[in-house]
């Protein structure tokens, strides 16, 4: 039946009314919230004058007055507050970025493990999973922090590593390019072209998979880049020096521990979701491939891991912004990441309020970061040809 224009009328009278309660509904709600925001800020305002507490971020040009122990960039005790969390926050950045690496090639190795038809290997793998899955994060940094600066050995008698690293209670020390940042610049200018390189190659002769071909080959030329770069300016080799070890570049066993921690407590859960992700692709898929003569390595290469690895971006942004998180835990080793410089920093001026608003803003920041390109890649792929 075709509604008549008293209908018509009326239904439109009804959305009217509708909407304009939703809208004073949510306008009340925005005024209740905004004045609970005058309210807290009023109240703290007056508790910190009335213990003659100073407020505002007026410190942050004041001189830090305390050294840091593991810099990606100069500092000094002269410098300012918000140059000590500029390292802080360079030091957080280091150890999330290369977890994240770490953590999701463990994974992915992992997972295909837990799918092999061999037992001990898929036994292996379970027992990977279990282990750093379930330990706490604390213990399992606790663990790797006392083996690294209990059992290795001293400086003086340091393992020596494929003759290009020595390892002992100091870190790891290893051989690095004379260039040292020129190096690695263009060691990421390598990974950009070579990996951008890769993608067009894989995306013209593949229908999946393009993105995995395009790391790895943006990883191969951006470490044959690396090692020319030493080739031609000669290398940093380290060196027992007296009690302490001299050239190259040093990991310290703070870092080590918490890279480590970081990067094996994460693989455990990724390495599931690689696992499940396979699992969730249809099984004729599989029958097909062996069926047009691939072997079960080329059908698990080719076929179903970059669909697994597609079904696994969701939860897998889920798994980084977690590590980045966790890397808050540094503070217990004596990592000077971010969390770490900021208690420094209250010790020295007392103002906690602020500081801590610096670090939840700066964890929130990097987490939609995270957010932002996990979803825009899995917006991408979703669209591609499966």
Same mark, same amino acid.
Request: proline content about 4%; cysteine-free; overall charge positive.
């Given at each position: 039946?075709?509604?008549?224009?008293?209908?018509?009328?009326?239904?439109?009278?009804?959305?009217?009314?509708?909407?304009?309660? @939703?809208? =004073?509904?949510?306008? #009340?709600? &925005?005024?209740? +919230? !905004? %004045?609970? /925001?005058? $309210?807290?800020?009023?109240?703290?305002?007056?508790?910190?004058?009335?213990?003659?507490?100073?407020?505002?971020?007026?410190?942050?040009?004041?001189?830090?007055?305390?050294?840091?122990?593991?810099?990606?960039?100069?500092?000094?005790?002269?410098?300012?507050?918000?140059?000590?969390?500029?390292?802080?926050?360079?030091?957080?950045?280091?150890?999330?970025?290369?977890?994240?690496?770490?953590?999701?090639?463990?994974?992915?190795?992992?997972?295909?493990?837990?799918?092999?038809?061999?037992?001990?290997?898929?036994?292996?793998?379970?027992?990977?999973?279990?282990?750093?899955?379930?330990?706490?994060?604390?213990?399992?940094?606790?663990?790797?922090?006392?083996?690294?600066? @209990?059992? =290795?050995?001293?400086? #003086?008698? &340091?393992?020596? +590593? !494929? %003759?290009? /690293?020595? $390892?002992?209670?100091?870190?790891?020390?290893?051989?690095?390019?004379?260039?040292?940042?020129?190096?690695?610049?263009?060691?990421?200018?390598?990974?950009?072209?070579?990996?951008?390189?890769?993608?067009?190659?894989?995306?013209?002769?593949?229908?999946?998979?393009?993105?995995?071909?395009?790391?790895?080959?943006?990883?191969?030329?951006?470490?044959?880049?690396?090692?020319?770069?030493?080739?031609?300016?000669?290398?940093?080799?380290?060196?027992?020096?007296?009690?302490?070890?001299?050239?190259?570049?040093?990991?310290?066993?703070?870092?080590?521990?918490?890279?480590?921690?970081?990067?094996?407590?994460?693989?455990?859960?990724?390495?599931?979701?690689?696992?499940?992700?396979?699992?969730?692709?249809?099984?004729?898929?599989?029958?097909?491939?062996?069926?047009?003569?691939?072997?079960?390595?080329?059908?698990?290469?080719?076929?179903?891991?970059?669909?697994?690895?597609?079904?696994?971006?969701?939860?897998?942004?889920?798994?980084?912004?977690?590590?980045?998180?966790?890397?808050?835990?540094?503070?217990?080793?004596?990592?000077?990441?971010?969390?770490?410089?900021?208690?420094?920093?209250?010790?020295?001026?007392?103002?906690?309020?602020?500081?801590?608003?610096?670090?939840?803003?700066?964890?929130?920041?990097?987490?939609?970061?995270?957010?932002?390109?996990?979803?825009?890649?899995?917006?991408?792929?979703?669209?591609?040809?499966?």
């Amino acid at each position: 039946m075709r509604a008549t224009p008293i209908g018509d009328a009326a239904w439109r009278a009804r959305q009217r009314s509708r909407r304009w309660r @939703e809208w =004073l509904l949510q306008g #009340t709600l &925005a005024l209740l +919230l !905004v %004045g609970l /925001a005058f $309210l807290l800020a009023h109240n703290i305002t007056a508790n910190l004058a009335a213990r003659q507490i100073k407020s505002g971020f007026g410190f942050l040009a004041d001189p830090a007055g305390f050294n840091i122990g593991e810099l990606l960039f100069e500092y000094s005790a002269r410098d300012s507050y918000l140059r000590a969390f500029a390292v802080g926050m360079a030091n957080t950045l280091r150890v999330a970025l290369t977890g994240i690496v770490l953590a999701s090639t463990l994974g992915v190795i992992v997972g295909l493990m837990r799918l092999a038809r061999h037992p001990l290997i898929r036994a292996l793998g379970g027992a990977w999973v279990e282990v750093f899955r379930n330990v706490p994060l604390l213990i399992q940094l606790l663990a790797i922090y006392l083996l690294v600066t @209990e059992l =290795l050995p001293e400086a #003086t008698q &340091a393992w020596t +590593l !494929v %003759g290009a /690293a020595l $390892l002992s209670k100091e870190g790891l020390q290893i051989a690095v390019p004379e260039a040292g940042g020129t190096a690695l610049l263009i060691a990421l200018a390598a990974l950009v072209v070579g990996g951008g390189a890769g993608w067009f190659a894989a995306r013209r002769w593949l229908t999946a998979g393009a993105g995995l071909a395009g790391l790895l080959s943006g990883s191969v030329v951006a470490l044959i880049a690396w090692l020319a770069a030493g080739a031609i300016g000669g290398w940093s080799q380290p060196a027992r020096d007296g009690f302490l070890i001299s050239g190259g570049a040093a990991l310290t066993p703070e870092f080590l521990a918490l890279w480590l921690g970081l990067s094996l407590f994460t693989s455990g859960s990724i390495a599931e979701l690689v696992r499940a992700g396979a699992l969730a692709v249809p099984i004729g898929q599989t029958h097909a491939a062996l069926a047009l003569g691939l072997t079960r390595g080329q059908t698990m290469g080719a076929v179903i891991l970059p669909q697994a690895l597609r079904l696994a971006i969701p939860p897998l942004a889920s798994q980084y912004m977690n590590l980045v998180k966790n890397s808050s835990l540094a503070v217990v080793i004596g990592y000077p990441d971010l969390v770490s410089i900021a208690n420094t920093s209250i010790n020295q001026n007392g103002q906690a309020l602020e500081v801590i608003l610096i670090i939840m803003a700066v964890y929130l920041s990097l987490n939609l970061v995270i957010a932002l390109i996990m979803n825009t890649i899995n917006a991408r792929v979703t669209r591609a040809p499966r």
